[in-house]
């Protein structure tokens, strides 16, 4: 995944050398980024090519940049199948914040489960997969209360394949959520059932929960995601792992 944006705040720039402007318009962020993208697709043929992390994220703090990234997409697009046809090129988009799982209302009157199909669809026909990053324990106060129906719009929506290329469940509260073990099973249950005969690649973002000393330094930024393991700090394997193991094993 190529990503000019924090990691952890997508609404941002990161890394840019001094004085540049933060903007996909600016000519130099544009030729650094398309240039990377082509020196990665040169040295090691990807399979995968992710031009952007989240970006629905982006796109909604900064709508007036939005269609300079998504020329930028195209642009790009256009020279990696030039160089690699194999090459499978993407963004990803922030499933829970599509569908307006958090309130946000200088966004306007978008509703809660509603997706911004809008979003994704400007990115085609150069959407060679449909790619997702989920969260839901941020939305939803356990597993067992994700919708039956909350993955399966991609299914009609498009013939693409599909992809999770980032996500994970809670097992422990977060917020005024009551995220379990059992919760983080239902989780991926709930992808497996909805959308898994349509996934290309599934990542859980962590195997292992974060461990003390590094939850105790970077707390503010990591503390969300430090229980989305599959197993505890300590390598103890959760419920969900088996469950994770059947779906990749095919059982």
């Given amino acids: 995944m190529i990503d000019a944006l924090n990691g952890l705040n997508r609404q941002e720039f990161v890394g840019l050398p001094t004085g540049w402007e933060a903007s996909f318009a600016n000519p130099d962020v544009r030729s650094a980024y398309r240039n990377y993208a082509l020196w990665v697709v040169q040295s090691f043929a ?55 799982m958090f309130p946000q209302p200088e966004e306007g009157d978008r509703q809660r489960l509603v997706t911004n199909w809008e979003q994704v ?47 994970g469940f809670s097992t422990q509260p977060v917020g005024s959520g009551h995220s379990t073990a059992e919760g983080q099973v239902a989780y991926l249950n709930a992808i497996h059932s909805q959308v898994g005969s349509r996934l290309a690649f599934w990542v859980n973002t962590l195997l292992n929960d974060f461990s003390a000393d590094l939850l105790a330094e970077n707390a503010s930024s990591l503390g969300v995601f430090a229980h989305t393991g599959l197993r505890d700090s300590d390598g103890s394997a959760k419920p969900a792992l088996a469950v994770w193991d059947s779906f990749r094993d095919g059982a």
């Fill in 121 to 167: 669809e400007i990115f085609e026909p150069n959407l060679d997969l449909w790619v997702i990053s989920t969260y839901p324990y941020l939305a939803f106060d356990d597993g067992v209360d994700i919708p039956a129906d909350y993955y399966a719009p991609l299914l009609t929506r498009t013939d693409r394949p599909l992809a999770i290329a980032e996500g």
């Fill in 46 to 100: 990807p399979r995968y090519l992710g031009l952007g992390s989240e970006i629905n994220t982006y796109m909604d703090a900064h709508p007036d940049d939005a269609p300079n990234f998504v020329s930028l997409y195209h642009e790009i697009y256009a020279l990696v199948k030039a160089q690699s046809p194999a090459t499978q090129v993407f963004v990803s988009f922030q499933w829970d914040d599509l569908n307006n």
